[in-house]
T-cell receptor
Framework: AQSVTQPDIHITVSEGASLELRCNYS??????LFWYVQSPGQGLQLLLK??????LVQGIKGFEAEFKRSQSSFNLRKPSVHWSDAAEYFC????????????FGTGTKLQVIP | DVKVTQSSRYLVKRTGEKVFLECVQD?????MFWYRQDPGLGLRLIYF???????EKGDIPEGYSVSREKKERFSLILESASTNQTSMYLC???????????????FGQGTRLTVV
């Protein structure tokens, strides 16, 4: 069965600093991979996705993620964090076959300090 | 824009009540999903549906059922609500035609259910 691990529950960064959120997945083949963001009181919004091809994926709001098959990782990065990036971030893995079920990690809550 | 609408943002129900959570999407998506979100546990899949009248159990289906009589509407039913079902419930939909890259899910705003 597919699974996702986000090892960091909370991360605090200073505004303007760089950010990396970790994500490791378990899946038998190359999965579909996603990063979603959830602002307080809101639903989830897709930041970026990976299906195949270039392993460095660009998303919205200046985010990018890199798929590393050898490490089963899909880490999210941003070179300079803004206060508005404070939110909870979820990594997810999708099953390309079957019923296309999507499994989410437990989330990483990002705090941005001035 | 894809719109996924959940009928209530907040609900308070009593233990033992039958509870219906409604979700409607306007993009003709095949797949629809119900997740519950709890602190520290992320989103856990309760049920999903890949076609009208079709449903599959997710990871935590116990105590829940679903109904999909029309393509755009997917209902989550708590047959007899219990306090451990107090949670945030999120509905999502995706295209799901088998085409490449179709598992992107679009989410509703969520329903925060409190069972007292």
């Amino acid at each position: 069965a597919q699974s996702v691990t986000q090892p960091d529950i909370h991360i605090t960064v200073s505004e303007g600093a760089s950010l990396e959120l970790r994500c490791n997945y378990s899946y038998g083949a190359t999965p579909y991979l996603f990063w979603y963001v959830q602002s307080p009181g809101q639903g989830l919004q897709l930041l970026l996705k990976y299906f195949s091809g270039d392993t460095l994926v660009q998303g919205i709001k200046g985010f990018e993620a890199e798929f590393k098959r050898s490490q089963s990782s899909f880490n999210l990065r941003k070179p300079s964090v803004h206060w508005s990036d404070a939110a909870e971030y979820f990594c997810a893995v999708g099953d390309p076959g079957g019923y296309q079920k999507v499994t989410f990690g437990t989330g990483t809550k990002l705090q941005v300090i001035p | 824009d894809v719109k996924v609408t959940q009928s209530s943002r907040y609900l308070v129900k009593r233990t033992g009540e039958k509870v219906f959570l409604e979700c409607v999407q306007d993009m003709d998506h095949e797949n629809m999903f119900w997740y519950r979100q709890d602190p520290g546990l992320g989103l856990r899949l309760i049920y999903f549906s890949y076609d009208v009248k079709m449903k599959e159990k997710g990871d935590i289906p116990e105590g829940y059922s679903v109904s999909r009589e029309k393509k755009e509407r997917f209902s989550l039913i708590l047959e007899s609500a219990s306090t451990n079902q107090t949670s945030m419930y999120l509905c999502a939909s995706s295209l799901g035609t088998g085409a490449y890259g179709n598992t992107e899910a679009f989410f509703g705003q969520g329903t925060r259910l409190t069972v007292v």
